[in-house]
């Protein structure tokens, strides 16, 4: 079996997707350093900034890091990131080393409409939640109990996850196939239909394999900035800088690290669906020549 990238090309397996994830950090780190330590520095550094400037507040934990002003702006750096990660991988799965340089000229022009997918994702999960709250708050509005409406917080939460993995692949079928923003949705609801479960079971792993590292990642600076803050003279540790300064230096590097991890799974495995579907196997075995396209 032809293997020319970070996995064989055939119809892969859990081991082949998420080997293949790691392999692709290790081959390719220079780019996916550059990447994902990139996000997370601009990401934690602008939330502190804009979080100092208009409340005056010095952010203490980690909840404050996640306040609006910083999830706009992780918007904007994930989002360019997670095309940039896309490329890389494209070319990792054909052998090819693509910079850091190189996967932002092909990230770039497709910035606005990698926006658009993101905004019209979330737009779509959030309004199936709405949808699901709305019988429950009008009852409990005129008086009823609140047991519809905690039926429907957990169908809203169903839908949203469904919906969530039947829309996992519009990114990396708007970059790869240089699809628009609704046609990316469409093509990625068409590549999940018959392999939801297995979508959503290797992406839940990876979630849960991605949190436990960023958890082990974050509890040494956690610790370290609870022990320096206990040394302040006013005994408040998580007001202090020193604590809310390793927490982001935390924070940064547990990112740096799950970031291209969960993103390469999901590239990885949208290929896999392309392979079990279309015979991509034998477009990647073609273009993994040196006159081969440059995309899968």
């Given amino acids: 079996m032809p293997q020319p990238g970070i996995i064989p090309l055939r119809p892969l397996d859990l081991g082949d997707i998420l080997g293949g994830a790691f392999r692709m950090m290790r081959s390719h780190w220079r780019a996916v350093l550059g990447i994902s330590l990139g996000v997370a520095v601009l990401v934690v550094a602008v ?12 952010p203490s934990t980690t909840y404050d890091l996640g306040s609006l002003p910083g999830q706009f702006v992780a918007l904007l750096g994930s989002t360019l990131a997670v095309g940039m990660l896309t490329s890389v991988v494209s070319h990792a799965v054909l052998g090819r080393p693509l910079g850091l340089r190189a996967a932002w000229r092909e990230a770039r022009p ?32 005129a008086g009823g109990g609140d047991g519809l409406t905690l039926l429907g917080i957990l169908g809203g939460v169903v839908l949203a996850v469904w919906l969530y993995i039947r829309l996992s692949f519009s990114t990396a079928a708007l970059v790869l196939e240089r699809q628009g923003v609704l046609a990316a ?14 979508t ?7 979630g849960l394999i991605a949190s436990v590292a960023q958890f082990v990642i974050m509890l040494p600076f956690d610790i370290l900035g609870l022990l320096v803050g206990l040394t302040g003279s006013d005994g408040d540790v998580t007001g202090s800088p020193a604590f809310w300064l390793f927490v982001a230096v935390g924070l940064i590097a547990s ?3 799950t970031f291209p991890l969960t993103g390469g799974t999901t590239v990885l495995l949208y290929v896999d669906q392309r392979i079990r579907q279309e015979s991509l196997d034998l477009n990647l075995t073609a273009a993994s ?6 995309h899968p």
Avoid: Q, Y
């Fill in 47 to 58: 939330t502190l900034v804009v979080e100092g400037t208009t409340t005056g507040n010095t």
């Fill in 110 to 141: 497709h910035f606005w409409r990698l926006l658009g997918v993101t905004v019209l994702v979330s737009l779509v999960l959030a309004v199936s939640v709405l949808v699901c709250l709305v019988p429950g708050l009008l009852v409990d509005a």
């Fill in 185 to 198: 949705m469409r093509r990625s609801a068409k590549l999940v239909r018959g392999a939801w479960w297995r």
């Fill in 200 to 206: 959503f079971g290797i992406l839940l792993l990876t």
């Fill in 255 to 257: 990112t740096t690290f």
């Fill in 289 to 294: 020549t040196p006159t081969g396209p440059t």
